[in-house]
């Protein structure tokens, strides 16, 4: 345990803060998810939706180094080709 005030203070910030980010990367996750049901069930504007939504989501969590840029970055681009995949005409 902490005994200075400043080292009692960080303590308290850093349990906030770890409760935030793990909050924000489930949300992620489970965006992630629904955007690969909606992959599933064959629904394009339904796909459409579900890839704004986590495409926003993962920009706002790099934006605040809640997940590395890359991380996010690559994300979307690989969630970007499953929806370029599904809504491609087949021949």
């Keep these: 345990m902490p005994h200075t005030h400043t080292?009692?203070?960080r303590l308290r910030q850093n349990t906030k803060r770890r409760l935030?980010?793990?909050a924000a990367k489930k949300s992620i996750k489970?965006?992630?998810k629904k955007v690969f049901?909606?992959?599933e069930s064959g629904n394009?504007?339904?796909l459409k939706q579900e890839y704004n939504k986590a495409a926003m989501k993962l920009d706002k969590a790099?934006?605040?180094r809640v997940v590395h840029p890359n991380l996010a970055g690559r994300k979307k681009s690989q969630l970007a080709r499953l929806l370029n995949?599904?809504?491609a005409p087949k021949p």
């Design 62 to 64: 790099a934006a605040k």
């Design 85 to 87: 995949a599904k809504a």
């Design 7 to 9: 080292a009692k203070k």
């Design 44 to 46: 394009a504007d339904l």
């Design 30 to 32: 489970l965006q992630l």
């Design 37 to 39: 049901e909606a992959a």
């Design 20 to 22: 935030k980010n793990r």
